[in-house]
């Protein structure tokens, strides 16, 4: 018999990101074997019987891996209680069936690459601090930008969270620029200009890892193969 923390075994069977599956075990929505449990409890994903708000989990998912160009004014959520457009409004029913999700977010006027999937194992490698992986964002900003801001970013920016370092920035055009950072902070790239009294207009993440958005267009979604997956953590 071989356990395993039961937010473990929901995230690999597809059912959110780890942590969000943490929060359905603090929330009292998971039972083992009709009993309750609470945050750090195990369970053997092949003899007991999990339950998710009354309903048994399927434990052998087929994975299911996913880039899509996300196009402005879509929330990056399951679910929206305010009826507002999703971008699960745009993922073929195919994947929906799959029970896919969103890795991460965008902002509502951001757009650009956004990964889906229904491995938690997956999505919490690519979210968690620790896996260091660079995300790379064409920015457009209202003024060009200094050459005092330009030392300012390469040297680190200090926001109201924290610092963010080990930003580097390529100058593409008069106002547009590619930032490339780690963190995942809440709108970090429009704080981080921000802080230097800079308005981003049009932001567009075009990189994870070295996985790029290429010539997939707006509203498109397209299955990654192997390869492509590799270039995420290569």
């Known amino acids: 018999m071989v356990k395993e923390r039961v937010q473990k075994i929901l995230a690999t069977s597809g ?7 943490e929060i359905l075990i603090e929330e009292g929505r998971v039972t083992v074997n009709g009993k309750r449990i609470k945050l750090g409890d195990q369970a053997d ?6 339950c998710v708000d009354g309903s048994k989990i399927e434990t052998k998912v087929k994975f299911v891996y996913l880039m899509f160009n996300k196009p402005t004014n879509y929330i990056t ?3 929206d209680m305010f009826e507002r457009k999703t971008v699960m409004d745009l993922i073929p029913e195919k994947y929906l069936s799959q029970r896919v999700f969103p890795v991460g977010r965008l902002d509502r006027d951001a757009e650009g690459l956004l990964l889906f999937t229904n491995d938690g194992e997956f999505a ?11 995300k790379t964002y064409r920015v457009w900003l209202d003024n060009p930008l200094d050459p005092v801001s330009m030392r300012t970013l390469k ?3 200090k926001l109201d969270d924290g ?15 590619e930032l490339t950072l780690h963190v995942g902070r809440h709108k970090v790239v429009k704080r981080i200009f921000d802080s230097l009294g800079y308005r981003v207009t049009r932001l567009i993440r075009v990189r994870i890892g070295n996985l790029n958005l290429g010539t997939l267009k ?15 953590f290569s």
């Open 77 to 79: 959520t399951v679910s």
């Open 218 to 232: 707006s509203g498109q979604t397209m299955e990654l193969t192997k390869e492509l997956l590799d270039k995420i």
């Open 124 to 134: 919490n490698r690519i979210m968690h601090p620790r896996y260091v992986i660079n």
């Open 45 to 50: 994903s092949h003899l007991d019987i999990i």
């Open 163 to 177: 610092w963010v370092k080990d930003i580097a920035i390529e100058h593409i055009d008069k106002q547009c620029f």
């Open 15 to 21: 059912i959110d990101s780890r942590r969000k599956c």
């Open 155 to 157: 040297s680190g920016v």
